[in-house]
């Protein structure tokens, strides 16, 4: 069956500009979670959402949100882009729920100039 | 807050030698302890999901195990392909819909 779909897998933006990154999870997996990944803090929890509702969210600025559709594809915007933005960002589908298997996709990597 | 640890940060094993990472882990109410290995730029693949302490799951060359306070990624006879980064992560049950990771153990084997 076909994996997590993240798509663009590169982008570059510049300092103030904000950006749009999309995740197409496992077909009939209802929860999407996503994640920031970056050499110094390692992987961190952005937010999850499960049929269209935000369950939990992590430290992160207003800047990060997220949404799901009824279809469960989820989008994920940063606005005023920061260096400190610039990571791989890592979608991860899963049945129910975090707490149990996640499938990840293979990353948006964004670069902020 | 829950937390997860994970050691050694790298490791360098000759093809053959096999080794143990470890997860130690703080979490309220373990709902589940995962292990995913990440190749260089890639998301990371799942490995074993492990419920309650004592339970085992092999794959491979790979067995996890549990205890209450951490989990142990035992590799055997590992080979060059082994090479990953091995990521940890916790549920628990005051913030069951995420996880935490923790920083993971690079993992380099030499032919």
């Known amino acids: 069956k076909a994996g997590v779909t993240q798509t663009p897998r590169y982008l570059i933006k510049t300092r103030g500009q904000q950006v749009t990154l999309s995740c197409s999870p496992i077909?009939?997996?209802?929860?999407v979670s996503w994640y920031q990944q970056t050499p110094g803090q390692g992987l961190q929890f952005l937010f999850e959402y499960f049929s269209e509702t935000q369950r939990n969210k992590g430290n992160f600025p207003g800047r990060f949100s997220g949404r799901q559709f009824s279809n469960s594809r989820s989008e994920m915007n940063v606005s005023t882009l920061e260096l400190g933005d610039s990571a791989l960002y890592l979608c991860a589908s899963s049945l129910s729920g975090p707490n149990t298997e996640a499938f990840f996709g293979q990353g948006t990597r964004l670069t902020v100039v | 807050e829950d937390q997860v640890t994970q050691s050694p940060e790298a490791l360098r094993l000759q093809e053959g030698e096999s080794s143990s990472l470890n997860c130690s882990y703080t979490v309220s109410g373990l709902r589940g302890l995962f292990w995913y290995r990440q190749d260089p730029g890639k998301g990371p693949e799942f490995l074993f999901t492990?419920?309650?302490a004592g339970e085992e799951k092999e794959k491979e060359r790979l067995k996890a195990t549990l205890t209450k306070k951490e989990s142990f990624l035992h590799i055997t006879a590992p080979k060059p392909e082994d090479s990953a980064t091995y990521l940890c992560a916790v549920s628990g049950s005051y913030n069951f819909n995420k996880f935490y990771f923790g920083s993971g153990t690079k993992l380099n084997v030499k032919p």
């Open positions: 077909s009939g997996h209802r929860s």
């Open positions: 492990l419920y309650s």
